[in-house]
């Protein structure tokens, strides 16, 4: 007697894929979130919003460096080590804190310990309030000395100390002040104290940086 094995069956799913795919599973065009692509149409790019009801992004606003629009270069004001004086204030900036801005800075630095996104979290920690990471202090702190010094200039060291917190109702303010000018190895170094602040705890965030500038006769 000869046994016959039996017909072995198609894996699950596998008739919903013959012919027509399912809806969840056909491919959509690229130029959007339907529809036929038309010829005078653009598959998306990298980079390019793909839903019309986001209109693109404004040019960045902010201080020298970067790009303006249409892609021209800004020059910031270039500092020369001559014309540096000791006691010289750096101009700084100030910006206001809030949850919405200490969220943003978690995600785009990928700090996730509740203790910068979380309010509960940070209470049961015996903190008030949420509070700014090292990474945006460091960050606020080296503009204020590259907006400074000019696109020439070179940030050779910096040194900070966190003992106090920026929390959501702040208003930060960054500063600056020359304290030394030195030449050592052939480089015309120039030495500031930089520091952050609020108008609740005073100085937050006590530093140091020490910054190669270029010469005029560029010795």
């Keep these: ?38 010829g005078h149409q653009q598959p998306a790019r990298r980079g390019r919003l793909r839903h019309p009801q986001h209109p693109p992004l404004p040019p960045h606003a902010g201080g020298g460096g970067g790009s303006a629009a249409g892609g021209a ?42 203790l910068h996104f979380d309010p509960q979290f940070a209470r049961r920690a015996g903190h008030p309030d949420v509070f700014m990471n090292t990474g945006f202090l460091q960050a606020a702190l080296v ?38 000018k030195t030449v050592q190895d052939g480089l015309h170094l120039v030495e500031c104290e930089v520091w952050a602040e609020n108008e609740r705890e005073g100085v937050t965030t006590p530093g140091r940086a020490w910054v190669v500038l270029p010469t005029r006769d560029g010795a």
């Design 1 to 38: 007697m000869v046994r016959r094995h039996p017909r072995r069956r198609p894996p699950l799913g596998a008739q919903a894929h013959r012919g027509r795919l399912p809806e969840a599973h056909r491919h959509r065009p690229r130029g959007g979130l339907g529809g036929e692509r038309t």
């Design 73 to 114: 270069a800004v020059k910031r004001p270039q500092r020369y080590w001559e014309d540096v004086q000791v006691g010289e204030e750096l101009p700084g900036f100030s910006l206001e804190i809030n949850l919405r801005r200490v969220i943003q800075q978690v995600s785009g630095t990928q700090d996730w310990y509740p």
């Design 143 to 180: 503009r204020v000395i590259t907006d400074w010094m000019g696109d020439e200039g070179f940030l050779k060291k910096l040194y900070f100390e966190m003992r106090r917190q920026q929390r959501p109702g702040d208003t930060m303010i960054c500063r600056g002040r020359v304290v030394a």
